[in-house]
């Protein structure tokens, strides 16, 4: 881990194999973009993921451009449990960014990857619960449940809350 680009480069260029990278957006001598995109141009098996300190639609494209496999706000850090959703996510070849990120291009980049509620909830799904069941289960309204159930069926890519338990299974989300 470090907070220079250059050392970064130096680390990755002298090791074999893949790494996780976790940059954040402002280096002491670059931007953290930069060392990712370097970096998945050494190795594109590297697992990288920034950290961005500013919420604007445009620097999360640009992080996914550069490679990023996951996008954080610094603002969710110990906040909303995103960073380790992301690690969990990383960790399971997939990609991520922060639901803080609030733009329809995101959810549209990472249409597979579903939030930490919603997995919470597909869960419940996989044991059989109705949207009410779900509801009062979570302290949250049925149509709210049903919203949510709705999201995770075209996150997905399934027609029916059993296919959408399969693929949860499938997808290591239930056990």
């Not at 074999?16 to 370097?38: N, P, Q, W």
């Not at 920034?50 to 996008?71: C, E, K, P, S």
């Not at 997995?119 to 449940?145: D, F, K, P, W, Y």
């Amino acid at each position: 881990m470090t907070a220079s680009m250059a050392e970064g480069l130096e680390l990755l260029q002298q090791q074999s194999g893949s790494f996780y990278i976790f940059a954040t957006e402002h280096l002491s001598d670059g931007i953290g973009m930069e060392l990712i995109r370097k970096a998945k141009v050494l190795n594109p098996k590297h697992r990288c993921l920034l950290v961005l300190t500013h919420n604007h639609q445009v620097l999360v494209q640009q992080a996914l451009v550069a490679g990023a496999d996951a996008v954080v706000l610094e603002e969710s850090l110990g906040r909303t449990g995103a960073l380790i959703f992301a690690l969990e996510c990383l960790s399971k070849g997939q990609s991520f960014v922060d639901p803080a990120f609030d733009w329809p291009i995101c959810t549209e980049l990472v249409s597979g990857v579903l939030t930490p509620r919603e997995i919470q909830i597909l869960q419940l799904v996989a044991e059989g619960l109705s949207n009410r069941s779900i509801g009062e289960r979570l302290n949250i309204a049925t149509s709210t449940a049903r919203d949510h159930v709705r999201e995770i069926l075209r996150r997905l890519g399934v027609k029916s809350r059993a296919a959408a338990a399969v693929e949860g299974l499938r997808q290591g989300y239930c056990h």
